[in-house]
């Protein structure tokens, strides 16, 4: 048995992810990666927690010293009920994706999707105040893209949405005149404004169906963002590519959204590397 299965008592550090299911979750993946790099003698665990066992389990876990936790599907909004203070990001998404356990015991709720998505389309290169964006969908990825894209100062906002009528309770939920609802046949005649087209839907996803669009309207310096990344290149990143576009996969969201809770966790800065990348593939 190795020594690290002989361990009795925890590691200095332990944070986890909290999903119903869980075992999909590439986070303890990319936290372990930066563990070994950082030389922390901690531990990132993925933790099943069924829907009716969140709270107690949040608790539980804040009780036995873990620093925090991160929560997917499908506990993002209870984790925003449970938290006796929240970021900006977080009310206006809707939705807690970090749980931050304080020495105190109070429980702070963060969402760093927001960033997630805006820090990867930086270290892409875009410039999110040079131009429009359109963004595809209504769910809870689209309100952490909208807010991103708001926060970084995107001079205008297209939005579009299968239905249109959640479209348009997210705008008005948002409260900011920058976001203009079309009409979900948009995608067949889009704006020729918009340097950001960016998909959050689960449509692209691998088994899932395919967002049927008509990229020839873009201009040729419109970059095409799509938050799936199971397959890597989507139906919609393809035909981008082929139409001579820069594109923007979702694994970077992916990544770049854990920074800021390796940092509240473990107390490190750090990046997002070619070798992250390439290690979190190699665990798919
Ligand atoms: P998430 O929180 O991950 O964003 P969600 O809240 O379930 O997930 O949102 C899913 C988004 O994908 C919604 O915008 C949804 O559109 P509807 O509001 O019309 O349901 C969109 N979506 C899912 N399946 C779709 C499909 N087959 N065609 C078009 N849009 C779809």
């Given at each position: 048995m190795s020594d690290d299965h002989m361990r009795t008592t925890v590691p200095e550090a332990v944070a986890a992810v909290l999903g119903w299911?869980?075992?999909?979750?590439l986070s303890p993946r990319l936290h372990g990666f930066w563990l070994r790099e950082q030389g922390i003698a901690g531990t990132y665990l993925g933790l099943p927690v069924a829907p009716e066992s969140f709270g107690v389990a949040v608790r539980g876990l804040a009780a036995a010293g873990f620093r925090g936790a991160n929560v997917t599907v499908p506990h993002k909004l209870a984790a925003l009920r449970l938290a006796d203070e929240v970021d900006d990001a977080a009310r206006a998404i809707g939705a807690v994706n970090t749980l931050v356990f304080q020495p105190d015991g109070r429980i702070l709720g963060r969402n760093t999707d927001a960033y997630g998505f805006m820090a990867n389309l930086r270290q892409a290169g875009v410039d999110p105040q040079v131009g429009p964006a359109l963004v595809i969908g209504a769910g809870g990825a689209a309100r952490a893209a909208v807010h991103a894209l708001l926060v970084a100062g995107c001079p205008r906002i297209y939005l579009t949405n299968r239905t249109e009528a959640t479209g348009y309770a997210l705008a008005e939920s948002m409260a900011d005149d920058r976001i203009i609802v079309l009409p979900?046949?948009?995608?067949?005649?889009?704006?020729?404004?918009?340097v950001l087209l960016g998909n959050t839907t689960s449509?692209?996803?691998?088994?899932k169906g395919v967002l049927d669009v008509d990229?020839?309207?873009?201009?040729?310096?419109a970059r095409v963002h799509d938050i799936?990344?199971?397959?890597?290149?989507?139906p919609l990143l393809r035909a981008a590519r082929q139409r001579g576009l820069r594109t923007v996969d979702g694994l970077g969201m992916l990544l770049h959204q854990a920074v800021p809770a390796f940092r509240a966790f473990f107390g490190r800065d750090v990046a997002v590397t070619d070798g992250l990348r390439a290690h979190v593939l190699g665990g798919k």
């Open positions: 299911p869980v075992a999909h979750s979900f046949n948009c995608l067949k005649n889009m704006p020729d404004d918009i449509l692209g996803m691998a088994g990229l020839s309207g873009l201009s040729e310096t799936v990344y199971v397959p890597l290149e989507t």
